[in-house]
């Protein structure tokens, strides 16, 4: 087989590139995810007829690692603007917009905030996807996110 970019399994970001299939030739782990990769495992692409499994984990796995990160909130706008950005790419709507398809964005345009940033601006990836959403549609956020916290919860 030629040779071509290698994918984990786990996370479906990219390992290496230009391997030798089958690759890993030996157990190895994931430089993202930290998981161990067994021997021929790695998959030759990571687009979109991956399983919702896997992007789910990749998804759990940037999340974790953008938390370990404490990244500082940046500018609630510049950070809007960059999931836009990259959903405009993707052509999907920002509210659908994949924390996989941003993160992998994220890596080569130094411009767009990190994941780490966007979830240490907004908590949350779906709370910034939602917030983002509201901005292209023009509305006002009904609450601010502080009040989240602020509110008691009744159990």
């Known amino acids: 087989m030629p040779s071509a970019a290698a994918h984990c399994p786990h996370c479906l970001l990219r390992i290496a590139d230009g391997s030798e299939w089958p690759y890993p030739r030996g157990p190895e782990r994931c430089p993202h ?6 021997p021929g495992r790695a998959r030759l692409e990571a687009g979109d007829d991956g399983d919702s499994r896997s992007r ?9 690692a953008a938390r370990r990160e404490h990244g500082e909130p940046g500018d609630p706008a510049t950070v809007l603007a960059g999931l836009c950005a990259v959903a405009r790419l993707r052509e999907s709507p ?3 917009l994949r924390m996989l398809d941003y993160q992998q964005a994220a890596e080569v345009d130094p411009s767009l905030p990190s994941l780490a940033t966007v979830l240490a601006t907004f908590g949350t990836w779906k709370g910034a996807r939602h917030e983002a959403g509201l901005r292209t549609a023009g509305q006002p956020r009904a609450h601010p996110p502080e009040a989240d916290a602020a509110e008691p919860r009744v159990a």
């Open 94 to 96: 920002v509210e659908r």
């Open 56 to 64: 789910g984990s990749a998804a759990g796995v940037l999340a974790n």
């Open 33 to 38: 995810c930290r998981l161990m990769i067994g």
